[in-house]
């Protein structure tokens, strides 16, 4: 385990009692403890996220650097109109955020898609025996163009935004709809299910096989 986070209620003296238990027992099964980077508080910061504790739960939130970052990298994207450039590394970091932000993961998915896609794809027009390669990490704008509308609006702070709260006693709630969503080499899509697991819409695009000629 790296970089845990113990959210802890009580008078002070009574939670420096039980920290000081958990890293011992941490301590005592092997565990390397830095305390020289240990951080205390209701909000801690930890690699490009910060955890805050409020009654009842944890919210954790990207910070406002990344965020600016990755929203002007996404907005140069839609701004081009033949091919995209830098998307493996920018899918990359993406992926990072989806890991603390699950809610943008199927946009993430179509990212990656879209690069895998344009791996297959030979340049046009260069002979079947030869094919040129394109820019490794460059996809045609049409191919993102969807999940970075959707990325750019969780970046502007719509649809929720790149916070998620934990609420401690949510374990238990019943789902009312679910968002099932796929891609491939070939297209992207997705399911809307109901509390009962069935399917009520859905919607499937495949990619575009040419540049843009607007």
Known sequence: MDDP??????????????????LTLWSSLGARVALHKAS??????WIGAQFRV???GVEVSIDRERIDKLLKVTQQGLGHQGLVYNVRSLAGELSWVAGIIPAIRPFVNMVWAAT???????????????PRRRPQDAVFAKMVRLPFKWLRLFLQGHVG??????????RYASTQWAIRTDA???GLGGILLDANGRPTRWWACPYPTAPSST
Do not use: C
């Open 184 to 186: 491939s080499t070939t």
């Open 5 to 22: 986070i113990v959210a802890l209620s009580g008078p002070r003296n009574h939670k420096s009692h039980l920290i000081a238990k958990i």
């Open 40 to 45: 205390r508080g209701p909000k801690v910061k």
């Open 54 to 56: 409020f009654p009842g």
């Open 161 to 170: 935004g790149l916070t998620r709260r934990r609420l401690l006693w949510d």
């Open 116 to 130: 895998y896609a344009m791996d297959k794809q030979p340049e046009q027009g260069a002979s079947k025996t030869t």
